[in-house]
C-alpha cells in the first residue's frame, strides 16, 4: 500500500468524520487521520493523512496556516456565531447603521483584526474546558468562560460588500475561528454579524483546487510520503545508522528541527538532538 496524503474537497452536509469514513471504505484503507475538521456546513478542502507511516508525519503540519472564503450576514447575531445558531436580527444596530463604504470597512478590518490578535473561540466550540468539550457545556446550560488566545490572522480582505452580505478571504493561523472573527467584525461595524458560509481554499501550500470528491478517491489520488517529505531539512543515512535509529538507537551527529532522516530514498524516521548525550541524534518517531 501506498503511504502518503490525499486533498479531498470536502461538501456541504457531512461531517469530516463522515468524510474520513468514506474515504476508509474506498480505498479500503483503515488508518486515516486529518490535518484539521471542517464543520458541517462548511466546504472546502481537507488533507488527509493515509496509512501509518503519513499518520505519524501529522505533527510536522500541525501549525499550517490556512485561507478561507467566508461569507458574513450583517444585521443579526448568532449563539454559535454561525447559522446553525439561534438567529437575532439586531433591530437597532449599536451606534447607527454600518458603513457601506467598501474602502472604508477595509481600512477598519486591517487596523482592528489584521495581524496577531487575542480571538475568544465560541463557547459553542471543541475547546476543552475542564476536560469537557466547551460545546457540550454550553448545550447543557453551563456557564463557559474560555480564556483568550493568541491567533495570527494574514489578511483578511473584502471580496465583495452588499449589504447585509459580505464575504471575505482570510489567511490565518492554525486554530483561528473564523466564526469569531466574524463576529467580532460586527462588534466593529456596530450592527451583529454570523458567518453564513464558509469554504476552506488553502491548508499550508496545498490547494483547494487539486483536491478530489470523497467518493472519486482513489489511490493514484495520493500523494506518496517520499514526495511530501522533502520539504523538510535532510539527513541520508547510512544502512549502519539506519540499522540503529530503526531500533531506537542512537548516531553520531547534529540536526535542526524535523529533520527527516532518508534511507535508499525513503524517508525514514523524524530525528532530534538527543538532550542526554551531546553530538548524538536519535529518532523521535520511524516511519
Known amino acids: 500500500m501506498r503511504h502518503g496524503y490525499l486533498l479531498i474537497h470536502k461538501p456541504v452536509g457531512p461531517t469530516s468524520h463522515d468524510i474520513v469514513g468514506q474515504v476508509r471504505r474506498t480505498l479500503s484503507e483503515r488508518n486515516i487521520g486529518h490535518l484539521g475538521t471542517l464543520d458541517p456546513l462548511a466546504s472546502g478542502l481537507m488533507v488527509l493523512a493515509i496509512g501509518n507511516k503519513a499518520l505519524k508525519t501529522v505533527e510536522l503540519f500541525q501549525h499550517a496556516s490556512k485561507e478561507y472564503i467566508a461569507e458574513a450576514t450583517l444585521g ?34 486591517n487596523k482592528r483584526l489584521v495581524g496577531k490578535i487575542e480571538q475568544i473561540p465560541p463557547v459553542y466550540s471543541a475547546v476543552s474546558i475542564g476536560g469537557e468539550r466547551a460545546y457540550r457545556k454550553a448545550r447543557r446550560g453551563v456557564p463557559v468562560t474560555i480564556p483568550p488566545r493568541q491567533v495570527e490572522i494574514q489578511f483578511c480582505n473584502i471580496l465583495s460588500y452588499d449589504y447585509p452580505k459580505m464575504t471575505l478571504h482570510i489567511a490565518c493561523s492554525s486554530g483561528t475561528y473564523v466564526r469569531t472573527i466574524i463576529y467580532d467584525l460586527g462588534e466593529l461595524l456596530r450592527c451583529g454579524a454570523y458567518m453564513s458560509a464558509l469554504e476552506r481554499t488553502k491548508v499550508g501550500e496545498w490547494d483547494l483546487k487539486d483536491a478530489v470528491k470523497p467518493e472519486d478517491a482513489t489511490w493514484t489520488d495520493v500523494m506518496p510520503l517520499k514526495d511530501i517529505m522533502h520539504i523538510f531539512n535532510k539527513k541520508e543515512v547510512t544502512a549502519e545508522e539506519w540499522a540503529h535509529l530503526e531500533h531506537g538507537r542512537t ?26 548525550h551531546a553530538g548524538r541524534i536519535k529518532p523521535r518517531k520511524v516511519l
Open 76 to 109: 443579526a447575531t448568532s449563539t454559535t456565531y454561525d447559522s446553525e445558531g439561534i438567529i437575532s436580527p439586531v433591530t437597532r444596530p449599536k451606534g447607527g447603521e454600518p458603513s457601506k463604504d467598501l474602502d472604508a470597512v477595509q481600512v477598519m478590518i
Open 251 to 276: 548516531i553520531e551527529g547534529f540536526c535542526t528541527a524535523n529533520t527527516i532522516a532518508w534511507f535508499d530514498g525513503l524517508p525514514c524516521a523524524i530525528l532530534e538532538n538527543d538532550p542526554k
